[in-house]
């Protein structure tokens, strides 16, 4: 096959691919044009989705920021001087019930956001702060089915104080085991168990909480969990001989 011949045949086969490009465009081209509209629809809500999301964040974002200001404001007894401008609360409830208002409404306007989530656990503690313990166990229960397993352990371990001081201590030993089990960054196994020892000691069962001090301390001495566990082991003496 000469050079010529060759040249032909390859502008043939071209001609030919194009015109069959060019055809199959033409026959499908409304299905091109609705799934390229259909592509580019998706996209532009993605898109406008993650605009929205993001300014619902900075809003919740600046809304827990007000929140958390109220729930820091200082204490300050009738009568006592006060700097001029300086807000103050007379009680920890009073304060805890301006800023649970707050914290709400993060909560129920930004739930869906980090910081309308974390929201919700504060208004578990400031209802806890005000002696409301019923909304106080029902938001922290909320907080602690959660998603994010940071703040659900943190929710639990509030939960678990809740249940010690309304005197169901089977229910907070119950919590600790879980926690112990399945610990968080935010509430690590070591913590659980103190908290689990301190109450054993309450309960004047100091032989379990001895067992769980040991334990702690053998497993890591040199942590913050085995060295206080290591100080209920054997406690600094008081008094004159102990100075």
Not at 83 to 111: C, H, I, M, Q, W
Not at 156 to 180: C, F, V
Not at 220 to 239: C, F, I, V, W, Y
């Amino acid at each position: 096959m000469d050079q010529q011949t060759k040249k032909a045949l390859k502008h043939d086969q071209f001609v030919d691919s194009t015109t069959h490009g060019l055809e199959w465009a033409s026959e499908n081209r409304r299905r091109v044009i609705v799934t390229s509209s259909i592509v580019l629809a998706a996209i532009l809500l993605v898109v406008f989705g993650v605009l929205i999301y993001n300014s619902r964040v900075s809003q919740a974002s600046a809304a827990f920021g007000t929140a958390m200001q109220a729930y820091q404001t200082p204490l300050a007894a009738p009568g006592q001087p006060v700097p001029p401008g300086v807000k103050t609360y007379p009680s920890v409830a009073e304060r805890a019930k301006a800023a649970n208002s707050l914290f709400l409404g993060v909560a129920d306007k930004y739930g869906v956001t980090p910081d309308g989530k974390t929201a919700r656990y504060f208004a578990g503690l400031t209802y806890v702060e005000q002696g409301q313990n019923g909304p106080a166990e029902s938001t922290l229960k909320q907080v602690a089915s959660g998603w994010n397993n940071d703040l659900a352990a943190l929710a639990k371990l509030s939960l678990a104080q809740l249940y010690r001081q309304t005197g169901r201590d089977s229910q907070a030993i119950d919590l600790y085991n879980e926690l112990t089990a399945k610990p968080a960054t935010t509430v690590p196994a070591g913590l659980a168990q103190l908290q689990l020892a301190e109450l054993y000691e309450s309960q004047g069962k100091p032989d379990l909480a001895k067992k769980i001090y040991a334990q702690l301390k053998d497993k890591d001495p040199k942590g913050p969990a085995g060295m206080l566990a290591a100080q209920k082991l054997n406690p600094a003496p008081t008094g004159p001989a102990g100075q």
